[in-house]
């Protein structure tokens, strides 16, 4: 266990490490959120160290990670340190100093439901098990609603409408999208004028880091489309999984969400606001399972809709998408209706995922479902299950999540782009949202 001197008993000489410090009683120095955080980032990075992937980001001191890589604790032993945070931040709402900031308060609020993630994943890791909807409200702050799959009928019969034919409704979506594929050899020419364009609309609004950069792959064998990497220092990594046909409407879609104004800039906007700004250390690492992800992934799926609103990203398509992949735009009128439709069966997969997890459903069923509700063909289903496997309950902060940021970007006034900046500069949290 690290040990760092904090304060000295007036009775002694003995330190206390951070994550053991309390305050309220006779001889302990007061806590304070500083050395809460600093005891917040350790807990993640050794968590991260239990399970893979859990540390999204990190660019905090590297002698901290340096530590958490030398020592594994299980998962009974980290849930006790993550207990022992529980408890400093309730003594410190009872014996804190008095008069903070706004900005203050809602720090202690922000660290507090991060621990509370944290508890949460701890205990899945220990074999606790969760419902769906139990787990994502634990883990993400907020509880989706699982609503029957025969009210998504409705929307598959309009999509029936908009493309008639033979066979199923998933090979005719199928069939249609085919002729948006961008040839893999023009991937790099059109995912870079895609990003290129989704960046000029950001910075007309909002200002980012002077030394703000990405580095662009394609990788393969992964089960999601896209993933930032965000490095510290305003640098992100993006990759995209290119093992599957990526349409021109997605390259905006992945320019804009692993980009800017998404990930990229949300992550850039925090670390520039409380990390260098402010010493905030909680900041600089970023725990997938926690409602950050839920902010995360809601505004960067609203950022497409924000940078590109209306009809803009089917003329953005139509004039310089398509050339540069070759393809025809008779019908890009009618590709941006079915968009629309099918963002409407978002949700369902929430239902199928529930049961599935639940081991109510084969996996046959659960594939069959996908490609029904999200008319995909069998080799994209099997891909999504692959990620609901892998990342369960995290499927809500991209539907759920787009809808409730963009219900509060446009509470907050007409400029969105204002709005939008506030919420990526902050520390507002999922219920904060509603």
């Avoid at 030398?70 to 804190?96: I, K, M, P, V």
């Avoid at 706004?102 to 508890?119: F, G, T």
């Avoid at 599957?244 to 850039?268: K, M, Q, S, W």
């Amino acid at each position: 266990m690290r040990v760092l001197l904090f304060g000295l008993l007036l009775l002694g000489a003995c330190a206390a490490t951070p994550d053991d410090v309390t305050t309220g009683h006779p001889g302990v120095a007061p806590d304070s959120l500083d050395s809460i955080a600093e005891s917040y980032v350790r807990l993640i990075l050794d968590i991260g160290e239990l399970e893979p992937g859990y540390v999204d980001a990190y660019y905090g001191p590297a002698e901290w990670q340096t530590a958490a890589r030398a020592e594994t604790e299980t998962a009974a032993e980290l849930s006790q340190r993550a207990a022992g945070l529980s408890g400093r931040l309730a003594d410190f709402d009872r014996n804190g100093p008095s008069g903070m900031t706004p900005a203050e308060v809602q720090r202690r609020k922000y660290l507090a439901a991060h621990v509370s993630a944290a508890s949460a994943r701890l205990r899945m890791l220990s074999g606790e098990k969760m419902s769906f909807a139990d787990e994502a409200e634990a883990l993400f702050g907020i509880r989706p609603e699982l609503r029957p799959l025969e009210s998504f009928d409705p929307v598959l019969a309009e999509i029936d409408a908009l493309l008639p034919g033979e066979g199923s409704l998933s090979d005719r979506v199928t069939a249609f999208k085919a002729h948006y594929i961008i040839p893999r050899d023009r991937l790099q020419p059109v995912m870079d004028a895609a990003i290129a364009e989704c960046r000029a609309r950001t910075v007309r609004h909002i200002a980012l880091p002077a030394n703000e950069r990405f580095t662009l792959s394609f990788v393969g064998d992964k089960p999601w489309s896209g993933y930032n990497y965000y490095l510290g220092d305003a640098a992100s990594r993006i990759e995209i999984n290119a093992d599957f046909p990526i349409y021109t409407e997605r390259a905006i879609d992945l320019g804009c969400h692993e980009g800017y104004p998404g990930h990229h800039v949300y992550n850039a906007l925090l670390e520039k606001t409380f990390v260098r700004d402010r010493g905030w250390v909680e900041m600089s690492v970023y725990p997938l399972f926690s409602p950050m992800s839920f902010v995360a992934e809601g505004s960067a799926n609203y950022g497409i809709d924000l940078a590109f609103p209306g009809d803009e990203g089917t003329r953005f398509e139509r004039e310089v998408l398509f050339p540069l992949a070759g393809l025809d735009p008779e019908t890009a009128g009618k590709k941006a209706q079915l968009g629309v439709l099918m963002r409407r069966l978002a949700r369902a997969e929430y239902t199928i995922a529930d049961d599935w997890l639940a081991g109510r459903i084969e996996r046959a069923e659960a594939i069959r479902r996908l490609m029904k509700y999200s008319l995909a063909d069998e080799a994209r289903a099997t891909q999504r299950l692959r990620f609901i496997d892998a990342y369960r309950s995290y499927i809500i902060n991209y539907g759920l999540g787009r809808d409730v940021v963009q219900a509060w970007v446009e509470r907050q006034g007409p400029d969105r782009w204002e709005g939008m900046e506030r919420l990526l500069s902050s520390q507002i949290l999922p219920a904060d949202l509603l």
